[in-house]
């Protein structure tokens, strides 16, 4: 169908069809690819699946610990049965959050779903630590118990949570800055690239977001091999030029 559209286009008007010109990217898939590679290069501690159901969970002896599997594997606990579910929202409540809510699991084919993981439990932590306290209390076990303890994210493990949560942040507006179902929005495309690429490029170097460097490199890395192949299409350019003109 595209090689005879290109042979007719040829025959009317003399100019060749470019593929290459005129293909539009996907742009939340080019984000969604960014982001996949700044989680998995940071975080290495896998997904929940309920085939294996203890291969989520990290190293808790490590000397520095993956607080995104820590935060995962305290999801999976809070979710795992309706009398935790319960405890939880028992802490809520009696914390005056109205309505309490759940922590939620995270999926690997969807990296927003890591952000919202990672923004629901940082926004309760304290009520998070007093979760694991109390799931811990009721465990009789002793070794089981001491595992449960060890899933308690210190002060300093919540303060990369939040600062990895700030770098997700960048990529969640980029996603929402060209989202939208009341018109157009193609020409809000580069823009939202180019943001979130100064948004992370940025802060590589910047000692605050020392652990997140090489992870910020290569999501940076992948933003530009993109950015350079939509290059080849006058798409974006126009559409930016057709709505402000």
Same mark, same amino acid.
């Given at each position: 169908?595209?090689?005879?559209?290109?042979?007719?286009?040829?025959?009317?008007?003399?100019?060749?069809?470019?593929?290459?010109q005129? /293909?539009?990217?996907?742009?939340?898939?080019? !984000? %969604?690819?960014?982001? $996949?590679? &700044? +989680?998995?290069?940071?975080?290495?501690?896998?997904?929940?699946?309920?085939?294996?159901?203890?291969e989520?969970?990290?190293?808790?002896?490590?000397?520095?610990?993956?607080?995104?599997?820590?935060?995962r594997?305290?999801?999976?606990?809070?979710?795992?049965?309706?009398?935790?579910?319960?405890?939880? /929202?028992?802490?809520?409540?009696?914390?005056? !959050? %109205?309505?309490?809510? $759940?922590? &939620? +699991?995270?999926?690997?084919?969807?990296?927003?779903?890591?952000?919202?993981?990672?923004?629901?439990?940082?926004?309760?932590?304290?009520?998070?630590?007093?979760?694991?306290?109390?799931?811990?209390?009721?465990?009789?076990?002793?070794v089981?118990?001491?595992?449960?303890?060890?899933?308690k994210?210190?002060?300093?493990?919540?303060?990369?949570?939040?600062?990895?949560?700030?770098?997700?942040?960048?990529?969640?507006?980029?996603?929402?800055?060209?989202?939208?179902?009341?018109?157009?929005?193609?020409?809000?495309?580069?823009?939202?690239?180019?943001?979130?690429?100064?948004?992370?490029?940025?802060r590589?170097?910047?000692?605050?977001?020392?652990?997140?460097?090489?992870?910020?490199?290569?999501a940076?890395?992948?933003?530009?091999?993109?950015?350079?192949?939509?290059?080849?299409?006058?798409?974006?350019?126009?559409a930016?030029?057709m709505?402000?003109s």
């Open positions: 169908m595209l090689h005879q559209f290109a042979f007719h286009r040829l025959a009317k008007t003399g100019k060749a069809f470019s593929p290459a005129q /293909r539009i990217r996907c742009l939340a898939h080019i !984000i %969604n690819l960014a982001t $996949q590679v &700044l +989680i998995s290069s940071y975080s290495k501690a896998k997904h929940y699946n309920p085939h294996a159901p203890g989520h969970v990290p190293d808790t002896s490590a000397c520095k610990r993956d607080e995104v599997g820590l935060i594997a305290i999801t999976v606990k809070e979710r795992s049965s309706s009398k935790r579910k319960e405890l939880f /929202r028992s802490i809520q409540r009696q914390a005056n !959050i %109205n309505p309490p809510k $759940q922590l &939620l +699991i995270d999926m690997p084919v969807c990296w927003s779903s890591t952000y919202m993981m990672l923004d629901r439990a940082e926004k309760h932590k304290q009520l998070v630590d007093i979760f694991v306290y109390e799931i811990g209390r009721d465990e009789k076990d002793l089981k118990r001491a595992k449960l303890d060890n899933l994210l210190t002060e300093e493990e919540w303060g990369r949570a939040k600062l990895f949560l700030d770098l997700l942040t960048h990529a969640d507006r980029a996603q929402q800055a060209f989202s939208s179902d009341q018109g157009p929005s193609l020409h809000l495309g580069l823009p939202a690239l180019e943001a979130l690429h100064k948004a992370w490029s940025s590589i170097e910047r000692p605050k977001y020392a652990d997140f460097k090489e992870p910020l490199r290569a940076v890395k992948k933003i530009e091999d993109y950015y350079d192949h939509m290059a080849d299409s006058p798409a974006y350019i126009m930016m030029c709505y402000f």
